[in-house]
């Protein structure tokens, strides 16, 4: 795991907490066969689409040291991961908008209107 942070330190050249495709592209060899050979996958490219659970274009750090779990779990179809990742976020913003729901039903209506005010009283 230390490795894989490592890895993922040194391609995040702008310290943004995500890297591309192109930044991924950068690994030594060492380190690409390394990370492909705990994911299964062929190439760089393949390998940043194994790890892209969220399809959102870069990897997270926390995405990118999947690859290390990935061993574990690596019977799982990479649609039910896929899945599964999405899921986690629609939980995510769920949360969000029970937040922007208080107990008094105050901000339900920036989300519906005032269709719901009579269920607020």
Known sequence: MKRMIHIFRRLDTASC???T???VMGMTSEEAEMV???T???SIPQLFDVLDFDNSGTL???EF???VHKQD???VPKETQKMAAQLKRLEELQ???FKVLDDNFSGIDSLWGDETAQYAQ
Do not use: K, P, T
Request: hydrophobic share 40%; proline share 0%; aromatic share 0%.
């Open 17 to 19: 907490g995500s890297i």
């Open 21 to 23: 495709l192109e930044q």
């Open 36 to 38: 492909c050979g705990m």
């Open 40 to 42: 299964g996958a062929q």
């Open 60 to 62: 997270e750090l926390e």
């Open 65 to 67: 040291c999947n690859a």
């Open 73 to 75: 779990v690596a019977e």
């Open 95 to 97: 949360d969000r908008i």
